[in-house]
């Protein structure tokens, strides 16, 4: 792809590096109060959340550990498939810890849905989730995050870590993708 074509695509910013950037501090200083003195394990949902996740564990000031997994519940568009497929499992033993999922969207809710009915399964001490983004008229399933930066109407969003068909995911801001043409 040219970087016209890949530029001709983003149409709007709709959340600025800035707007991301002081809630982030804000929600990292709320964490770094909530589990100061406890074990923290922040779990990152590759791959959308990997730059969320990146700034996060960098606005909290308490001690914590990182850990990853790797699930899919889309294809290669903008369309959901419905299934929720876990590629890759964390390395910790969460029994000993707090668990504080960082995710980049709750969408439909199957993703997160699925990963936290998982992880419960395996008795951390306690389990909440972060997400960056929250769009609530797309849920098909019932879910709510414990935290969210921003609730966002139904656009089909790109940048910070979203992809459309694995690009702009460099995107320092997060964009209205053009699904028109
Ligand atoms: P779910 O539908 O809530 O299971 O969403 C799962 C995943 O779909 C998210 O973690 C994102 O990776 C992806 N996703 C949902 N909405 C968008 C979007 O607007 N842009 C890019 N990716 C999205
Ligand atoms: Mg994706």
Not at 23 to 42: C, R, V
Not at 95 to 101: A, D, F, G, L, T
């Amino acid at each position: 792809m040219t970087t016209k074509e890949h530029d001709s695509k983003i149409k709007r910013v709709i959340i600025s590096e800035q707007e991301i950037q002081d809630a982030i501090k804000k929600a990292g200083a709320e964490i770094s109060k909530e589990y100061d003195g406890k074990p923290l394990l922040l779990v990152s949902v590759l791959k959308g959340a990997f730059v969320f996740m990146a700034d996060l564990c960098r606005a909290i000031t308490i001690p914590l550990e990182l850990d990853f997994m790797s699930a899919s519940s889309y294809g290669a568009g903008t369309v959901s498939t419905g299934t929720v497929r876990i590629d890759f499992d964390l390395k910790h033993d969460i029994s000993n810890y707090h668990v504080v999922i960082v995710e980049d969207i709750v969408d439909t809710g199957r993703t997160l849905k699925e990963i936290v009915r998982l992880l419960k399964n395996r008795n951390p001490l306690s389990l909440k989730v972060v997400s960056l983004l929250d769009k609530p008229d797309r849920r098909v399933v019932e879910f709510e995050a414990d935290k969210v930066l921003f609730t966002i109407p139904d656009f089909f969003v790109i940048g910070y870590g979203l992809d459309f068909n694995e690009y702009y995911r460099n995107l320092p801001y997060i964009a209205e993708y053009d699904t028109s043409k």
